[in-house]
């Protein structure tokens, strides 16, 4: 099966900027995730779909950062205005309840360079 | 507030065998997971205990123990593909949407 999709691999923007990731699930998997791994840390977990509704979004800063899931299908993450401090990998991530439901599947992230 | 500690760094030889720790004070708990995630790619997942014991998958095991909030990876015969590095993740909830808490992280390094 395809392994979930994520575009742009690479994005660099000056502060004050916005950007938008895109990501592709695995067919079939209700469960979405965007997470932001920062160099050398693990990954923070920014917000969780089920299908197309929010299950915790308790970690995204609202004030700059959105997300949406139309359809429970494809997902977008924004980020208006970007800081220095935005500069990170942002992964997605999705799961299935199917089989081994705690296995979470991750795309190849998006490397984001904020100057 | 969740908090995972691992080491940060690890060192081993070819053909050995390694132990990464992970110990974690969170406000749920419904399973240990581990992941490994080489320079630039992506983590994949290796190994998941919700129940107290060793869980073995060919050169990889996996221990929890619930009541010490502590859990392992047991990496054996150690090949230099296996520098990596490697996290533990609580498993926070159980319900539909599981959620997880991801640990710092312990970069592996394995030397001829």
């Known amino acids: 099966e395809a392994g979930v999709a994520q575009s742009p691999r690479y994005k660099i923007i000056e502060k004050r900027q916005s950007v938008a990731f895109w990501c592709n699930p695995i067919?079939?998997?209700?469960?979405l995730y965007w997470y932001q791994q920062i160099l050398g840390q693990g990954p923070k977990l920014l917000i969780q779909?089920?299908?197309?509704?929010?299950?915790?979004d308790s970690q995204l800063p609202k004030d700059r950062f959105s997300a949406e899931r139309l359809k429970g299908v494809d997902s977008t993450l924004k980020i208006q205005p970007a800081k220095l401090e935005d500069s990170a990998v942002y992964l997605c991530a999705s799961s299935s309840r199917q089989g081994n439901s705690y296995e979470q599947y991750f795309g190849p992230g998006t490397r984001l360079t904020v100057t | 507030g969740q908090s995972l500690e691992q080491p940060s760094e690890v060192t081993a030889v070819e053909g050995a065998i390694v132990q990464i720790n992970c110990t974690y004070q969170t406000s749920g708990f419904y399973g240990l997971s581990w992941y490994q995630q080489h320079d630039g790619g992506a983590p994949t997942f290796l190994s998941y205990n919700a129940l107290d014991g060793l869980e073995e998958t060919g050169r990889f095991s996996s221990f929890l123990s619930r009541s010490d909030s502590y859990g392992y990876l047991l990496l054996q015969e150690l090949q230099m593909k296996d520098s990596a590095s490697y996290f533990c993740a609580v498993r926070l909830r159980d319900n539909y949407g599981q959620n997880f808490v991801f640990g710092p992280g312990t970069r592996l390094s394995v030397l001829p």
């Open positions: 067919s079939g998997h209700a469960t």
């Open positions: 779909f089920q299908n197309n509704g929010v299950v915790d």
